[in-house]
């Protein structure tokens, strides 16, 4: 039962335009969203998050978008760069009391920026 | 400033051995986790700990034993590998149960043969 889906394994864009990475998830009780990145050889790095309580949460050319009605999140990266190149993970939490933190994640989606 | 440190970075074990895969964290956090990631898919928590002395199952336990006797030490045993085992692990640590990001180790793979 994949709680967090991210259905494109994998997304290719020029340097300079907008890369758009999607996530869905089925558990409406999640309550905060994460995008993780990683590189090869190592660990996931936390990129941005987003409180099911908001629509939207910026960090400079980064933007996480959520539809709670479509139990949906994307992250848009604007412009993208090719330091970018990288597999990001959507991962979302249950509430404090009783997630202690636990994630699900979703599959990752590999996104390679062309110079 | 290490943050969350595992050894090793690489193993390969033969089928029935045993191993202990170590994590350490100096950021002082009390929650502590170990994931492991198949190719293909995300990442899939093991065990999981809110403090010394305190742990408990993630969605895919089978296999795997830990124990917190301090703060800072985290270690994920495997008692009788198998190929099913073969996989990237990695450990977490977060400062609180509420909490936004944990911060990772930089992985050990696994090959069981």
């Known amino acids: 039962d994949q709680q967090v889906k991210q259905n494109s394994p994998s997304l290719s864009v020029q340097e300079g335009r907008i890369s758009i990475l999607n996530c869905d998830y089925t558990?409406?009780?999640?309550?905060?969203f994460l995008w993780y990145k990683k590189y090869p050889a190592e660990g996931p790095t936390f990129l941005i998050s987003?409180?099911?309580?908001?629509d939207k949460n910026e960090d400079g050319r980064f933007t996480v978008f959520l539809n709670k009605s479509a139990k949906h999140l994307s992250l848009h990266i604007v412009p993208s760069q090719p330091g970018d190149s990288a597999v990001y993970f959507c991962?979302?939490?249950?509430?404090?009391?009783?997630?202690?933190?636990?994630?699900?994640f979703g599959q990752g989606t590999i996104l390679t920026v062309h110079p | 400033n290490a943050g969350v440190t595992q050894t090793p970075k690489f193993r390969i074990l033969k089928i029935g051995q045993s191993m202990t895969l170590q994590c350490t964290q100096d950021?002082?956090?009390?929650?502590m986790y170990w994931y492991r990631q198949d190719p293909g898919m995300g990442l899939k928590l093991i065990y999981y700990?809110?403090?010394?002395?305190?742990?408990d199952k993630g969605e895919v336990p089978n296999g795997y034993n830990v124990s917190r006797s301090t703060t800072e030490d985290f270690p994920l045993r495997l008692e009788l590998a198998a190929p099913s085992q073969t996989s990237v692990y990695f450990c977490?640590?977060?400062?609180?149960?509420?909490?936004?990001?944990?911060?990772f180790g930089q992985g050990t793979r696994l090959t069981v043969v």
């Open positions: 987003i409180s099911s309580i908001k």
């Open positions: 977490a640590s977060s400062y609180r149960a509420g909490g936004t990001e944990a911060f």
């Open positions: 991962a979302a939490r249950l509430p404090g009391g009783t997630s202690y933190g636990k994630l699900t």
């Open positions: 558990n409406s009780m999640f309550d905060y």
């Open positions: 700990s809110v403090g010394a002395g305190i742990t």
């Open positions: 950021m002082n956090h009390n929650y």
